[in-house]
């Protein structure tokens, strides 16, 4: 399935939501602080929420849209989750964007 252009554009077109994205770029340089391996695993919501300071709601609708727009996976581990880049919709949406444009 192909990443919706239109979808991936809404999501990015919020400064938080970016930055977001362009944090978990380089998990390990940017969550020094979580202790499993956030290259492997992804980032915990509530590292995420520290690191922009805003609401965990708030951070989780946040991902919630970027998940949507097939930007991030998520992964359930108990009662935490945890968000990574999805690099092959990111490589998606780059050559959509280029082919558009």
Aim: with cysteine.
């Amino acid at each position: 399935m192909n990443i919706d252009l239109s979808e991936a554009l809404k999501a990015l077109d919020n400064p938080t939501r970016l930055t977001i994205l362009t944090l978990l770029k380089n998990p390990r340089k940017n969550f020094p602080e979580q202790e499993a391996d956030p290259g492997q695993l992804g980032v915990c919501v509530s590292i995420i929420q520290e690191r922009v300071g805003l609401s965990q709601s708030t951070v989780s609708n946040y991902l919630a849209a970027l998940q949507r727009a097939q930007l991030v996976t998520s992964q359930r581990i108990g009662p935490w989750t945890y968000y990574k880049r999805n690099e092959n919709k990111i490589e998606q949406l780059l050559n959509a964007l280029e082919k558009t444009i």
